[in-house]
């Protein structure tokens, strides 16, 4: 058992690897989707959730939301 997967969901613990792992980038939902294998609805729920936590930063341009990690959060202090 890693120490992820005692605090975390299985569906957090997938995003958390890739916007963690790299918290300069930002992702798409879609491209979340398909990375993390998880279906739509799930993944919109955990950024929703991660965002309103102030884990997450998100960005809308158009009809396109990003989501990236908060750097001011407290996993980075």
Do not use: C, Y
């Not at 950024?47 to 407290?74: I, Q």
Request: no cysteine; net charge positive.
């Amino acid at each position: 058992m890693s120490v992820a997967s005692a605090f975390l969901t299985e569906r957090q613990a997938r995003l958390f690897a890739w916007l963690f792992g790299q918290p300069t980038r930002s992702f798409h939902l879609s491209e979340l989707r398909r990375l993390t294998g998880l279906g739509s609805a799930s993944v919109q729920s955990e950024l929703n959730r991660l965002t309103d936590a102030g884990l997450l930063v998100s960005d809308r341009v158009g009809n396109l939301r990003s989501f990236k990690a908060n750097a001011d959060s407290p996993i980075f202090n």
